[in-house]
């Protein structure tokens, strides 16, 4: 046994001491090898970092979540179907609908009514520029949210608007980095805020997705959508669609008939006006299957309400980053065939050197024939050359493809992953490319009729 082991370890080290002769052949037959691996796994790491970008974006914008946005009237425009829509009435996105939603449709798990404008925040002289968000508690649980200390709000502040908030993360690093934010008090376009949660810090980006409801939340602050109404802006107590379109207002008081004229030049105008009380409504259903039949129903449900005229849009962004996921992997899998095709070439180029270092040594391979080697002997010889140009082509290309890794995501901020499975697949298939590439050669070597090949000049 131990005969037959040292017969080939024999062997091996032959292989071993000719590559170690031919150290620049070895270097250039082996770059093939190199530079394949080190693709394989920077593409996986690529793909990988990409698919967790992904589910981390799923997250943030929420599981079965549905976004209502407004749509704002363009003055300006003068086509057939916009005219047909100035003609008729809609109070615009509003809390009635939010009501009639929650009251309507069973496979509605949580909504969420959303208002928001950027001011600024102040503190002790320090000013910053920060988004107010009204919000119901559900938005926390519908865009997974969590605390990193305090509470969400509570029945009796969002019904009756308190004035309490929870802040962002940077928020609290701005003006709360000395002391503990809990019931501290925040002015926001000169209304005192009481802090009663800090939120979780997140490092996600969520780039093109804000307009679709998905903010950026380190630089928010939340507070109850009734206090936000109350306190802030309510649009809905001058719809100004209806002031523009009317000239004139007869009133009864004091006895008598009044009239107040009200200007319609800003009828005329070219701004675009929002005659919306919310900016979005957030709807979560219990299930993936029901998102498609909910959107439809929405769509009809609104329609209805706003008698017909279509001021809003409904996007659902789980299906949006899905759809990006998609278009990602097949990106993925294209880099990888560019990839694995470079391992390809460099096995091909192992399978060259190989046949072309059997033609220079015939006489070798004579004589160690002649000395008693077997067929198997110069087999295991030219076999072990290809397979340790392979394996060490291949150590080496995990080595730079790690590095290369690190400098995409450093360099071009693309997320990257090199796993454990990545680093095995690209060395297995260089491993398995040395034995394939290199048995063919190997065999022809071990063929040669020994008398010839001594005789070979």
Known sequence: MFKFIYRYFHDIEIAIESLVSNKLKS???????????AAVIAMLAIGKGAKQEIMEQMKMVGVN??????IIADKSSSSE?????????SRGLNMLDVDAIKETLPSVKRISPEISFTSNAMLNGVKYSAKLVGVSNDYFYLYNLPLVEGAFFNEYQEKNGIQVCIIGANIRAKFFSKINPLNQYIKFNGIWLKVIGVLQKTNVTLTGFEEKG????????????????????NRALLNTKMVSEVSTVSFFGGGGMGRIVINTSDATSKTETNYNQLDRIVVQVNETEQLATTTEVLSRMLTRRHTGVKDFEI??????LKQQQRTK???????????SISLIVGGIGIMNIMFASVMERIKEIGTRMALGAKKMDIVVQFLAEAVLISVSGGFIGVFIGVIMAKLIEQVAGIMTIV?????????????SIGIIFGYSPAKRASERDPIESLRYE
């Open 27 to 37: 270097v250039l037959t082996a770059l093939g090898i190199i530079f394949g691996v």
């Open 65 to 70: 979540n549905i976004i209502i946005n407004p």
């Open 81 to 89: 179907e916009g005219e047909k829509q100035q003609k008729k009435f």
């Open 214 to 233: 998905v903010n950026v939340y380190n630089d928010n602050i939340y507070i109850p959508i009734q206090t936000l109404l109350l306190r802030y802006q």
């Open 315 to 320: 996007t659902v962004p789980e299906l949006l």
């Open 329 to 339: 992997d097949v990106f993925n899998i294209v880099l990888g065939a560019i990839a």
């Open 419 to 431: 796993s454990f499975f990545s680093v095995f697949i690209a060395f297995g298939v260089s491993v």
